[in-house]
């Protein structure tokens, strides 16, 4: 065992999530009124001893098994009840067990309270991060923050959050260029020009556009537009 310090306990408020870190795992730390811990919990008595105010303390995973945001964003509700505060699922305070889909909790670790602060096993913790790889970059864009999953109703979840880290650094200062009003995935291959744009002032101007497929090689005679007193016409 190897006992490391994750908070001190006089900061922790009751019933209110604080995130403490033990390698790259996010961790929940959850200070217990006594009332809200039953009398067959098999947590050490000596945590209400060491406390001298008959609190308890619970250190869970601090994701949660939903979409992995941070549970010491959470709030506790009716005592024991873990709710977290993006999508709102909710687990045992005390026990990390999630109250509503079987199996998606949230491992409780071994901890307790001795001179002042809260304490867990780091050797427990390194041992479960080997088997549940933690892949946050706390010094990237987003770190602790960053969303590797997504849903069916996101497909482009991962493009987003590309864009918003590198911005238009990789696409050119216009962005993505596609056809307007035409699924990208539905346009046929070729290629488009335009001489000249159209203009407000009234003065005449004209625009060539060319279209080809790619397997053709001989030129397509050009679509010829005029551009008149804010109205297009073909010649």
Known sequence: MRATKVADWDDLEPLRP???RVSNVDLAVIRLPRSSVSADDPTPATDAEATGSGDEVRVLFGRCQHRGALMSDATVEDGDRLVCGVHGSVY??????NLYY????LERFEAWVEDGGVWVDED????????????FDRSAYQGSYADFEGTPEEPF??????????????VG????VAA???????????TTSRSSPPNSTGLPCSTTIRWAPAWWSAPTPAARWSWTSRSWSRT
């Open 173 to 176: 200062h216009h962005g993505e």
């Open 157 to 170: 979840n991962d493009r987003i959050h590309q864009l918003a880290e590198e911005g238009l650094t990789r």
């Open 102 to 105: 079987e199996g998606e909790d």
């Open 18 to 20: 604080a995130h403490a």
């Open 124 to 135: 427990e913790i390194r041992a479960w991060e080997r088997d549940h790889p933690q892949n």
């Open 180 to 190: 307007m009003g035409v699924p990208r995935d539905e346009l046929p291959p070729g």
């Open 92 to 97: 045992d305070a005390r026990s990390g067990v």
